[in-house]
Nanobody, 120 residues
C-alpha cells in the first residue's frame, strides 16, 4: 500500500490543523493505521492509532484530548485532527499502515511525512 500524507503547515499556538493520509494499492480497510511524528533532533514517536474498522483508537498521552484520529475506508483515507496546537507539537508527521499498535515496528508501510510547525 502506498501512503501520501498532506495537510501540514505553519500555524500559531492554539490553532487547529487536519492532516490527511491517502492510501492506494492494497485494500486499505484491512490495515490498522497510525500517526507518528519526529521532531528535530528527536526520535520518532507514536501519536495515534486506529483499528481497521475504526472501532478502537489509541493516543499518546501528550495529545490525548487534543488530537482525534479517524478514517474513511470508502475514501481510503485516515485523518488526524489536531486542536489546541502547541509549539512542542512541531514535527514531521508520518502516517503508517500495518498491524497497528503504538510501536513503529507494528507498521510495514509508511508515508513520506508532512511538516507541522507551531509558532508561539
Amino acid at each position: 500500500v502506498q501512503l501520501q500524507a498532506s495537510g501540514g503547515g505553519l500555524v500559531q499556538a492554539g490553532d487547529s490543523l487536519r492532516l490527511s493520509c491517502a492510501a492506494s494499492g492494497r485494500t486499505f480497510s484491512g490495515y490498522d493505521m497510525g500517526w507518528f511524528r519526529q521532531a528535530p533532533g528527536k526520535e520518532r514517536e507514536f501519536v495515534a492509532a486506529i483499528t481497521w474498522s475504526g472501532g478502537n483508537r489509541n493516543y499518546a498521552n501528550s495529545v490525548k484530548g487534543r488530537f482525534t484520529i479517524s478514517r474513511d475506508n470508502a475514501k481510503n483515507t485516515v485523518y488526524l485532527r489536531m486542536n489546541s496546537l502547541k509549539p512542542e507539537d512541531t514535527a514531521v508527521y508520518f502516517c503508517a499502515a500495518g498491524l497497528g499498535g503504538s510501536y513503529s515496528e507494528g507498521y510495514g508501510y509508511w508515508g513520506q511525512g508532512t511538516l507541522v510547525t507551531v509558532s508561539s
